[in-house]
C-alpha cells in the first residue's frame, strides 16, 4: 500500500502540469478583422488618410525579423509613408489572404485584443522591375473596442528587399572573355564529338558532371552515363556531317557565386538516315566549369521539333 502512495503522489505533479486554463475566445468573424481588411485595402489602394484614421496615433510598427533587442518600432508616421512609397514606386500591388488560410481575432482576458493575419504580397517595382511576392504573418494589437491598430509586427522573408536595394545602381559582377582556354575546351569537346571522337570528346567533361535541356523536367538533370546513351540514341537516326559556330563564345567569371560560364550558338547540322533529309539544328550551350577546368554542367536550348 505504502508503494501505491508513493506513486500517487509521484504522478500528481504531472497532472497538474496538463491542466487547461482558458485566457480568452478565438473569433472568425470579428469587427477587428473588419479593421485590418480595410487597412490592408488603404495599403494597397495608397488610401494614406483611411489608414491615418485606423492607426491609433501612438501606433508602432515592429520588425518580428529584427536581431536588436533595444528596437523601438516605427512611428504611425513612418507607417504611412510605407504606404505612400509601395504605391508611388510599385506597380500591380496587393495583399491577399494566404491561399487556405483566415485572419484570427483574439480577445485575451489578460493581453487585449488581437488579430493575426496571413497574407502574401505583391507587387513590380516601377524603377527597377524587382518582384515583390512573398507571405507575411502579421499581428495587430487592437484598441479596446477594436477600432484602431495600436501595434504592428510583420514576420516575412524580406530577401528581394535586398535585390531591389542593389538593382537601384549599376554593378559589375564579373569579368567577360572572348578568349580564354574554357572556351577552348568547348570547342575541342564538340568538334572532337563531330568527328566521332567520343572519348576524347567526354575527357573534357567532370565524371560528376550534370546536363540539363529545355525538355526535361525542371530541376532534373543526367549523369554523364545517360547523357552518352541519349546522345548515341540519337545517333542511330540521324547522322551529324558539321557543326558551324555562330558568332563567338563568351566565357564569364561571376563575382557573384564564383562561378565560371560559356555560352555560346551553335548551328548543329544532320542528315536523316532514312531519308537523307537535311536538318539545321540552332543550338544553344551554357556549360559551367570547376577550378580545375572541367565541365561540370550544361544547358542545352533547340527546337525539337526539328527532329520530326
Known sequence: MKK???LIFLFTPLISFGQKNENGKIFNKHPGIDLIASFHQAYVTGDVEKASLILHEDARFFDGNTENKEAKGSSKNSILNNIKWLNNDFD???????EGTYPDALEYKKGGNWVQSWFHVYGVNKNTGVELDHPVLRIYRLNEDSSKIIDIIEYSNKRNFGLLSESRTDRKNGIIYNSHENINTVRKSIYSFLNKDYDKAWSFWHQNARIQNLYLPWGTSLSLEEAKKSNSALLENFELYA???IGYPDYIEYDQGDSKNVLSWWI?????KSDGKLINVPIHHS?????????????SYWNQSLFD
Open 268 to 272: 548543329y547540322r544532320f542528315k536523316k
Open 287 to 299: 556549360i559551367d566549369f570547376d577550378d580545375e577546368g572541367k565541365i561540370i554542367a550544361i544547358i
Open 243 to 245: 557543326i558551324d559556330e
Open 92 to 98: 500591380y500591388l496587393s495583399m491577399k489572404n494566404t
Open 4 to 6: 501505491f502512495i508513493a
